[in-house]
């Protein structure tokens, strides 16, 4: 069975530090995969999605990047981190092909002080 | 720019009745909605969906209806349980664009006992 794995679960971090969160899915291959952030009190918001190694699609611009260095891996980083950035990060997979959910993971809970 | 649209932040209904959760969207080449339950801390989960080809879905106690010339869909939970009190989110998907699925704001349902 397929399995996403997403850590860390909970981070704090100053403002200006830098930021990576990473996101594996096994069981499966050529996922689509997906970066979303939920903001306090808000739903969730699409940031970064990618069809394949290497290819990502941005949402929002805004101070974070993502990057697919592998099949399965999906890292969403920044190089200075703003108060804004505060928020609950959910990494989410996908087949390939119509008609499927997506499935997520646990979620990371990024404070930035 | 809010594609999907979820009106009521949150909903009360008493144990044993029926929970009606309302979702509204504005991009006709969505062909495929999806609820997600959530609780906090945690990642949503996939509850039911329902393809543009279809007007109702239906798995035990949720109940999907899709309206198209409206644009709009509705989740049907019966009987509502205690159990059942979350977030509930709607999506929407189109088959084109690498599949990205839009989230509506959510709406907190409270099932009292």
């Known amino acids: 069975s397929q399995t996403i794995h997403q850590w860390p679960a909970t981070l704090v971090q100053p403002v200006g530090s830098p930021l990576s969160l990473e996101c594996t899915v096994e069981g499966t291959s050529n996922p689509n995969l997906y970066w979303y952030r939920q903001a306090a009190g808000r739903g969730l918001q699409l940031l970064f999605y990618?069809?394949?190694?290497?290819?990502i699609s941005s949402e929002v611009p805004q101070n974070l990047s993502a990057s697919r260095p592998q099949d399965r891996q999906f890292i969403l980083s920044s190089k200075k981190l703003l108060l804004s950035d505060s928020g609950f990060y959910l990494c989410a997979w996908r087949p390939q092909g119509a008609g499927s959910p997506l499935h997520f993971g646990n979620g990371t809970r990024l404070t930035v002080t | 720019d809010q594609q999907v649209k979820q009106n009521s932040p949150s909903l009360s209904v008493q144990e044993g009745r029926i929970s009606i959760l309302n979702c509204d969207y504005t991009n006709s080449m969505f062909d495929y909605f999806l609820w997600y339950k959530k609780y906090p801390a945690e990642g949503p989960t996939f509850l039911i969906s329902i393809s543009s080809i279809k007007d109702k879905n239906e798995d035990g106690r949720f109940t999907v209806f899709l309206n198209k010339s409206a644009k709009h869909l509705s989740l049907h939970i019966v009987p509502s349980q205690p159990g059942d009190s979350a977030v509930y989110f709607c999506a929407a998907s189109a088959t084109t664009g690498g599949f990205k699925t839009i989230f509506g704001a959510g709406t907190r349902l409270f099932v009292k006992a």
């Open positions: 990618s069809v394949g190694i290497g290819q």
